[in-house]
């Protein structure tokens, strides 16, 4: 059995009081609780800065239980500011919330409340990275938010240019707008140029951005170190750092595949134990940068490598199923290295000490 030392935290104290706040965009619900458990006040309070300092202003230091969402990090460090502590729950994980068959906003806070006065880890608790980084991290989604529409205004262009029975050959998104102009119908022209200008402009505005996310190497040592690694440009290294925010934040290096939802779900129940597919937990933009590193490193143009040679052995008889499986395993052994190249700040090694081109690595 593991021994664990009886060491008493702030946060290990039960408050006096405990507040439920179920956050919505223009009016939050709130449930304050005592000691005993006993329902003291409810009510509502407008999601302003005006408002949260008027409700939660002049109160003393309470406990305070809230969800993720949109407006958490700036509700967290305004009512952190207040002298109150504040516990952000993982909305995730929160089943007796998120399953709860009488949901509504009045409930959600009375169990935010309960749950954060009886044990704070029920809520499992998450930290929101600092302002700066979140700046630089909004930078990453909205040079993501431009590559999607830009797809969407590519497939539509080849969808009307289809429904007049022709076909666009295919191309990269780059130089897609210069290619297509020469290939559209003439009768089509009309409404397929004002699509193709955005589609140039879009394409200016992301490479401008791609400069900028490549600027935060210098304000992140770290990135460098991950760019190391084949497969891992500037944007993958940057939106790892910046989603992980700090190399302390796990445990051990082998829980950065869990927490990217890389690691397969687990229905253990006596002598069951099926194997599930992967959790899908996690950042799911920053999972689809490592799932596609891994189809690089895998690629018929990846570098030599021991990573590359394991999920190609991995990878077997070549069947589509195992060629998944394969990139999906590469992506968590992927998630794993780079958190522990940047605890440890050591360069990616081709092929580690002891390690020869024909041997296989341990699995992730």
């Known amino acids: 059995m593991k021994k664990h030392s009886k060491v008493t935290t702030k946060r290990s104290v039960k408050p006096e009081l405990t507040v439920g706040l179920d956050l919505g965009d223009k009016s939050s619900r709130y449930c304050i609780l005592n000691r005993d458990g006993e329902l003291m006040e409810e009510g509502k309070v407008r999601s302003t800065e005006a408002g949260l300092r008027k409700q939660f ?7 305070i239980g809230l969800e993720t969402g949109t407006h958490s990090p700036w509700v967290k460090r305004l009512l952190t500011e207040l002298g109150h502590e504040v516990i952000v729950a993982n909305a995730r994980k929160v089943r007796a919330i998120t399953a709860n068959e009488s949901k509504n906003d009045r409930n959600d ?4 409340a309960r749950l954060a006065a009886c044990d704070p880890k029920l809520l499992f608790p998450i930290q929101h990275r600092g302002v700066e980084k979140q700046q630089d991290l909004n ?3 909205t040079r993501a ?3 999607r529409a830009r797809t969407m205004l590519i497939n539509a262009v080849r969808g009307l240019v289809k429904s007049a029975g022709g076909r666009l050959r295919s191309c990269s998104s780059d130089s897609f707008a210069d290619k297509a102009r020469a290939s559209v119908p003439v009768e ?18 992301i490479r401008a951005m791609d400069k900028q996310i490549e600027a935060l190497g210098e304000k992140y040592p770290e990135i460098a170190v991950l760019r190391t ?17 700090s190399p302390d934040r796990l445990h051990t290096n082998r829980q950065a595949g869990a927490f990217l939802g890389l690691r397969p779900r687990q229905s253990q129940s006596g002598d069951s134990d099926p194997e599930c597919r992967i959790s ?3 950042n799911t933009y920053l999972r689809s940068l490592l799932v596609q590193s891994a189809q690089r490193i895998l690629g018929p143009f990846g570098p030599p ?8 052995q991995l990878a077997g008889s070549g069947s589509k199923s195992a060629k998944r499986r394969a990139i999906v395993a590469v992506a968590r052994k992927l998630a794993v290295m780079l958190y522990s190249m940047w605890r440890s700040g050591k360069k990616f090694e081709t092929f580690p000490q002891g390690v020869t081109q024909t041997a296989v690595l341990v699995a992730a």
């Open 57 to 63: 202003g002049d109160e003393p230091r309470m406990r």
């Open 109 to 112: 806070a009375e169990i935010l």
């Open 305 to 312: 490598s021991a990573l590359r040679q394991w999920g190609l």
């Open 145 to 147: 938010a431009l590559v």
């Open 280 to 282: 899908r937990t996690g």
């Open 229 to 245: 690694v084949p497969g891992v440009g500037p944007l993958v290294a940057a939106c790892y750092v910046l989603t992980m925010n």
């Open 139 to 141: 930078l990453i989604r």
């Open 188 to 205: 089509l022209r009309a409404a397929c140029e004002p699509l193709l200008d955005q589609i140039a402009h879009m394409k200016l505005t």
